[in-house]
């Protein structure tokens, strides 16, 4: 390990003392800064990994949202479909009928009911 160090330095251009330093250098130490410069860059990477899906749904929703109403009052007023958009269902229409016929009935039930009630 330690030649091969040397021998990587010398393409460099370091002072005698740090080419010293790092031939004094332990294989233990050069393998926990190997490992913890492993662990870093997994960190980063798990990280970058978490963020860019939610940085890429943050600038979808927010384009969304900008231009969702837009889009919908455009297409709403178009005048092609206003007619269509302002008719009334059948089965709302029919509803309406039986619910008018119903307050219908109503009204004179408590019309009739003051009679009643005397006669009682």
């Not at 939610?54 to 479909?81: C, G, I, P, W």
């Not at 206003?82 to 709302?92: A, K, V, Y």
Request: with cysteine; proline share 2%.
């Amino acid at each position: 390990m330690k030649i091969q160090c040397l021998r990587n330095i010398k393409k460099f251009s370091f002072s005698q003392r740090t080419v010293d330093i790092w031939n004094g250098l332990s294989e233990e130490i050069v393998a926990a800064e190997k490992r913890l410069i492993k662990s870093y860059f997994y960190i980063v990477r798990k990280s970058i990994q978490d963020k860019v899906p939610k940085a890429v749904m943050h600038f979808l929703v927010n384009h969304v949202k900008d231009n969702l109403q837009s889009e919908l009052v455009k297409h709403l007023y178009r005048t092609d479909e206003i007619d269509t958009f302002l008719s009334e269902s059948p089965e709302i229409a029919q509803r309406r009928k039986e619910a008018a016929e119903m307050l219908k009935r109503h009204k004179s039930v408590f019309s009739m009911l003051p009679t009643v009630l005397r006669g009682a």
